[in-house]
């Protein structure tokens, strides 16, 4: 069976998804993947990242990190995308990212692949669950399939029981929201596996 390649496509602004992606990683390599962890370029001012002290440390906590790119995404044979809600949808420099991905989609390079996200919100209430299914709308243009966790183990009821994907608060992602990542991960890998035979 072929090793499916997966990329792990995360923003962060003060490490909640980071750290997300960071489990996400380390499951899928676990389960047989050939993993590429990378970030999302960061669109905000200079002047407005200088003046938070957090905000500015974990650009330099992930300076190590390559930036996604196309290429990343045509690699991939799944994609496992992690990033903030802002005010119920995807924070924007993901959509940045996702927008120019045009080309890719124009050539059926997306299409046939799999796709699951997961996020954070300063509440529990605070649009987790219409960001998941925002970036899951986009993932259906590109012809993707969509591997959500659905209550497919015990995990996924530890970490607050979401069906489309793990969500956190940011200083939620404790143990247990790290093995409902590690199982959404390796659901991702195990149906990827499945596809690229």
Do not use: C
């Not at 390649?5 to 490490?15: H, L, N």
């Not at 899951?136 to 029981?161: K, L, Q, R």
């Not at 990542?181 to 390796?186: E, F, G, R, S």
């Amino acid at each position: 069976m072929a090793q499916p390649k997966i990329a792990v496509v995360f923003y962060t602004t003060y490490g909640t998804n980071h750290a997300v992606a960071l489990a996400a990683a380390e499951a899928a390599e676990a389960a047989g993947a050939e993993v590429r962890l990378r970030r999302i370029p960061e669109t905000a001012p200079k002047e407005v990242i200088e003046g938070q002290d957090a905000w500015k440390a974990q650009i330099e906590k992930m300076s190590d990190i390559p930036e996604a790119t196309a290429d990343d995404m045509e690699w991939a044979d799944g994609y496992f995308f992690s990033a903030p809600t802002r005010f119920g949808v995807v924070a924007s420099q993901m959509r940045a990212f996702i927008d120019t991905l045009g080309g890719l989609w124009g050539s059926g390079k997306l299409a046939n692949k799999t796709f699951t996200a997961t996020t954070s919100a300063q509440n529990p209430h605070g649009g987790q669950e219409a960001t998941l299914l925002s970036l899951y709308t986009t993932a259906m243009h590109w012809g993707t399939i969509i591997v959500a966790p659905g209550y497919t183990d015990e995990t996924i009821f530890a970490a607050g029981g979401n069906p489309y994907g793990f969500s956190t608060k940011p200083d939620g992602f404790d143990d247990a929201g790290k093995a409902a990542v590690a199982h959404q991960a390796k659901r991702l890998v195990e149906m990827t596996a499945k596809l690229v035979g």
